[in-house]
T-cell receptor, first 115, second 110 residues
Framework: ETGVTQTPRHLVMGMTNKKSLKCEQH?????MYWYKQSAKKPLELMFV???????ENNSVPSRFSPECPNSSHLFLHLHTLQPEDSALYLC??????????????FGEGSRLTVL | QQPVQSPQAVILREGEDAVINCSSS?????VHWYRQKHGEAPVFLMI???GGEQKGHDKISASFNEKKQQSSLYLTASQLSYSGTYFC???????????WGAGTKLIIKP
């Protein structure tokens, strides 16, 4: 198993659909992150969970709803999305919640297209 | 607060050297470098901390100029495997989050 696994890799949904993105890490890390990556734009931090508690929420619209049932799994629930939400959604994990001390381990991402 | 990366893109022949810069308008606590190949996950390269030493492994190294609030990534004798988009992330204080640059696309041709 690779370190951080994301499913599905590709998702196409209509604006009225409800879907979920899943992330699983096999590294024993305590912190997990959701990032949005759009073409030619910087990575945008969406949510951070540390020991299953949400510690960051970067003014993300409520149509994105994160869930962290345990330290190994992270979900991003999606509903009534807009076309501008089409992007690559990256999950990452780190040993601790502090960016300074360590590296982020990223998954390969879920490519979301909203029609 | 977003760091500015330059150049936005660069095309090199295999064996040539490249320098990628990451500049901030604020004093930096640390600079983080990642590489992302097309369709793959971003991969960590190195972290440079304020007051720390220049880092490097193999033919990729980086420096951190605290006075200029700038970091530079050096790729020496580039290989085809170095192709990808390089991102820098900066932290201005130990309690702040990582803020990313827009990336520098590096294309290495044989």
């Amino acid at each position: 198993e690779t370190g951080v696994t994301q499913t599905p890799r590709h998702l196409v949904m209509g604006m009225t659909n409800k879907k979920s993105l899943k992330c699983e890490q096999h590294l024993g890390h305590n912190a997990m992150y959701w990032y949005k990556q759009s073409a030619k734009k910087p990575l945008e931090l969406m949510f951070v969970y540390s020991l299953e508690e949400r510690v960051e929420n970067n003014s993300v619209p409520s149509r994105f709803s994160p869930e962290c049932p345990n330290s190994s799994h992270l979900f991003l629930h999606l509903h009534t999305l807009q076309p501008e939400d089409s992007a690559l959604y990256l999950c990452a994990s780190s040993p601790g919640r502090h960016w300074v001390s360590g590296e982020l381990f990223f998954g390969e991402g879920s490519r979301l297209t909203v029609l | 607060q977003q760091p500015v990366q330059s150049p936005q893109a660069v095309i090199l022949r295999e064996g040539e050297d490249a320098v990628i810069n990451c500049s901030s308008s604020k004093a930096l606590y640390s600079v983080h470098w990642y590489r992302q190949k097309h369709g793959e996950a971003p991969v960590f390269l190195m972290i440079l901390l304020k007051g720390g030493e220049q880092k490097g492994h193999d033919k990729i190294s980086a420096s951190f100029n605290e006075k200029k609030q700038q970091s530079s990534l050096y790729l020496t004798a580039s290989q085809l495997s170095y192709s990808g988009t390089y991102f820098c992330g900066t932290i201005i204080d130990s309690n702040y989050q990582l803020i990313w640059g827009a990336g520098t696309k590096l294309i290495i041709k044989p």
